[in-house]
């Protein structure tokens, strides 16, 4: 069944007039409107003048004396009121305008998390419903989105920019069905996720990689770097049960990649749920301690660390010798160069099985 589309006016009409129009038919004044409904003639002219709302009380003595319904009194005040507070809503969001400049909106709306187009103001109330807020100067208030406000300011970080990469990164993960958290599932798991660093393009490992980590509750996000974040990945929860692994793919060695997946997984593992990990800017000292934690969590986990001092104490880092040992851990000989490269013990010039991912 079709039914009439309803046409809403955004003019503001005070229901006083429409009062005043009532009064002109009957041959009312106000001074004797006022007088039988035993309110002062002030209130009245208040009414009439949109200054005094139209309560139910005063609607059901207006239908007594003019005799038109209350219901439409109060019908007419209510939507005076709703388009009043929508134009000085509209008038607040001029305001924020002038914040738009630092929100990467292009980059959100080729993610379709937000409304392509060039009008300030429909661009306010997009990142308004994408955010979840009221207003955008109320962002920092939010308690998910502090993280990314209290950021370090070294590298002209733009927070704005982070905090959007951070939702965005939230809404998607609510995208992915996952089971539900389990460690100790995942701990016994993490040498299927290993042996994904030997596949050689992400078509071929991806799609296998965000299946595992979504039965362990484990939502893997990978959208593009926003500039000025200065971000590789992140690490926070979603749900008591859902955590979310952002990746950035700032950069695209294949080395890095894992590297800072592990480094994710490590703070799942490791710490608290209440907590927003972000990489890639300098962290706070009380960030640091499990910073470094996740580090070793992830070094030990792809290069056992008995076997790395093994291959150390040979003195052999030679191509030959970094197939052989990759091969016999079972890992992409790339992430061994690289670590080696983290520990000065090969220049950054030699790039021995270290390649660059190619993302679509």
């Known amino acids: 069944m079709m039914t009439e589309p309803q046409i809403v006016s955004d003019l503001a009409i005070p229901p006083g007039e429409y009062l005043e129009e009532v009064l002109e038919d009957i041959g009312l004044t106000q001074a004797e409107l006022a007088r039988r409904m035993g309110r002062p003639s002030q209130a009245i002219n208040e009414i009439v003048k949109g200054e005094k709302s139209i309560t139910p009380e005063t609607a059901i003595q207006l239908e007594k004396v003019v005799g038109v319904p209350a219901y439409i009194w109060s019908s007419l005040e209510a939507e005076y009121r709703l388009i009043r507070a929508s134009q000085i809503e509209a008038e607040v969001a001029k305001e924020e305008e002038s914040l738009l400049g630092s929100f990467p909106y292009s980059k959100l709306g080729k993610l379709g998390l937000v409304e392509k187009t060039r009008i300030p103001l429909s661009k306010v109330q997009s990142l308004r419903r994408f955010f979840g807020v009221s207003s955008l100067f109320n962002l920092k208030e939010v308690r998910e989105y502090r993280p990314a406000f209290r950021q370090s300011s070294d590298n002209d970080i733009n927070h704005e920019a982070l905090v959007s990469w951070l939702r965005a990164g939230a809404v998607l993960a609510n995208e992915i069905d996952c089971q539900k958290f389990d460690k100790d599932i995942l701990f016994s798991n993490i040498k299927n996720i290993r042996a994904l660093t030997l596949k050689h393009e992400p078509s071929e490992f991806f799609p296998e990689l965000k299946r595992i980590l979504s039965q362990f509750g484990i939502a893997l996000v990978v959208i593009p770097h926003f500039k000025k ?23 695209s060695w294949a080395d890095v990649f894992w590297f800072s997946l592990f480094h994710e997984l490590g703070h799942i593992l490791l710490h608290d749920k209440r907590h927003t990990f972000l990489e890639g800017s300098k962290p706070s000292p009380e960030w640091e301690r499990q910073e470094d934690e996740a580090d070793e969590f992830s070094q030990k986990t792809l290069i056992p660390a008995n076997e790395f001092q093994k291959f150390k104490d040979n003195y052999d880092f030679s191509a030959s010798s970094i197939r052989k040992f990759s091969h016999y851990i079972g890992i992409a000989p790339g992430i061994i160069t690289g670590r080696l490269q983290h520990e000065k013990i090969l220049p950054y ?11 679509k």
Do not use: N, P
């Open 229 to 251: 974040t200065y971000t590789t990945g992140a690490t926070f929860w979603v749900k008591k049960d859902k955590a979310v692994i952002m990746m950035s793919l700032r950069g």
């Open 349 to 359: 010039t030699c790039h021995t099985g270290r390649i660059r991912y190619k993302w």
